[in-house]
């Protein structure tokens, strides 16, 4: 089974905007399923699809499974199958030995940028960047499948 154990924060906008970074790579994504304990997310970034079915959330972890498909087939199933959808742009940036991926959403989740670090234990220590806020690991309104149905626009 595959886990993901994953801390969500909010980023401040001036520092992030004051922050050297990569081009970053457009997310589009939508969800087949989206219930309290486990969603079937379909997603879309350049020429890659995938398809990621994730449990219910325990703490921080929770099981996730994805697989690549191609991107005709998730481009159909988007269009066909998802009731709702989140647009994204994602940067990943390398901090003190650490991947974190930062999403500044678009659409109706626009002002939104929530950063995310993938941990390989619930206690690891790691060093965060000076851009971040506050942690929302636990808010479930930041869950991707949630902010599909609540935009951010209407909190």
Do not use: C
């Not at 219930?35 to 079915?53: C, H, P």
């Not at 921080?60 to 647009?87: A, H």
């Not at 994602?90 to 993938?118: C, P, S, T």
């Not at 960047?129 to 599909?148: C, F, H, M, T």
Request: proline share 4%.
């Amino acid at each position: 089974m595959g886990i993901e154990i994953e801390r969500k924060f909010l980023v401040d906008h001036a520092r992030w905007d004051a922050t050297p970074k990569p081009p970053g790579n457009l997310y589009k994504q939508g969800y087949v399923l989206h219930e309290a304990n486990r969603t079937v997310r379909v997603r879309i970034t350049g020429d890659a699809a995938y398809l990621t079915f994730k449990g219910a959330t325990q703490g921080i972890s929770r099981s996730e499974y994805e697989y690549q498909i191609p991107v005709n087939d998730g481009v159909d199933l988007l269009n066909s199958f998802t009731t709702s959808v989140v647009e994204k742009t994602r940067y990943i940036i390398n901090h003190q030995g650490k991947r974190w991926e930062v999403d500044v959403f678009d659409g109706d989740n626009a002002g939104l940028i929530m950063a995310e670090i993938e941990l390989q234990s619930e206690d690891e220590m790691f060093e965060r960047p000076d851009w971040i806020l506050r942690e929302v690991s636990e808010d479930s309104r930041y869950y991707n499948s949630n902010l599909s149905v609540h935009p951010f626009k209407t909190w």
